[in-house]
């Protein structure tokens, strides 16, 4: 999927140099965002199934084995839920370190797939 994504890039941005600067600009920004995602494509998974863990551990609760993404949003909104139910200072600063942990993740998922052009 990665590579099929970069490779799009290239025609969107070709197709449409012949349109005025606003087409060329919106044409370049799509063939570059294309480009970028299909690049990080291969990381995404791997870190979307470290951050179920992270979030599962913070969480004290069982990861699901089941589809990645849909564990993933089950985790977020529960991580939700528990900020926005819990008055436990420890449980909320557990959270945030979490969500800060992912965050980190993604960011390298995103910066490997930059790198990998």
Not at 7 to 24: E, H, K
Not at 26 to 55: F, K, S, T
Request: charged share 25%; hydrophobic share 45%.
């Amino acid at each position: 999927m990665g590579a099929l994504l970069k490779a799009a890039a290239d025609p969107v941005a070709t197709q449409n140099a012949q349109g005025d600067d606003v087409d060329r600009f919106h044409a370049q920004r799509v063939a570059q965002m294309l480009e970028r995602i299909g690049g990080a494509w291969p990381y995404l998974l791997d870190a979307l199934c470290q951050e179920n863990e992270i979030l599962a551990d913070a969480l004290g609760v069982e990861s699901e084995d089941r589809d990645p993404l849909a564990e993933n949003r089950r985790l977020l909104e529960l991580a939700e839920h528990t900020m926005a139910t819990t008055d436990n200072a420890d449980t909320r600063l557990s959270l945030r370190a979490a969500l800060a942990e992912t965050a980190h993740l993604q960011r390298a998922a995103l910066r490997a797939g930059r790198q990998a052009r």
